[in-house]
């Protein structure tokens, strides 16, 4: 049976303050960090080093997950940035807290 209730993470990567950005989604975001941290997964985010968690939003819901991140994928780089900077004006790797 399809469960579409549980824990959905929106999340942007980032290589640097003010780097290239990257919007995933994830059903475990401790695991795709570490995807992400080991180069496990190939494409865009390895190609450009992406691996530190500048933001993320947590769902419920898999539909509400999804359509964030459409969202997101849709804003110019100046909203995103905004967002970022909103509670990580440092540009902290926000993954570090995850792994503790």
Do not use: P
């Amino acid at each position: 049976m399809y469960r579409n209730h549980h824990n959905f993470y929106v999340y942007i990567l980032s290589n640097k303050k003010n780097g290239t950005l990257y919007i995933g989604m994830t059903n475990d975001l401790e695991r795709r960090m570490f995807e992400h941290k080991h180069k496990f997964v190939e494409g865009f985010t390895k190609k450009y080093g992406l691996d530190k968690l500048m933001y993320f939003e947590h769902f419920q819901h898999v539909n509400d997950a999804i359509k964030r991140e459409k969202q997101l994928k849709n804003w110019n780089r100046q909203w995103k940035i905004d967002l970022i900077e909103k509670d990580n004006k440092g540009w902290n790797d926000l993954s570090s807290d995850l792994f503790n």
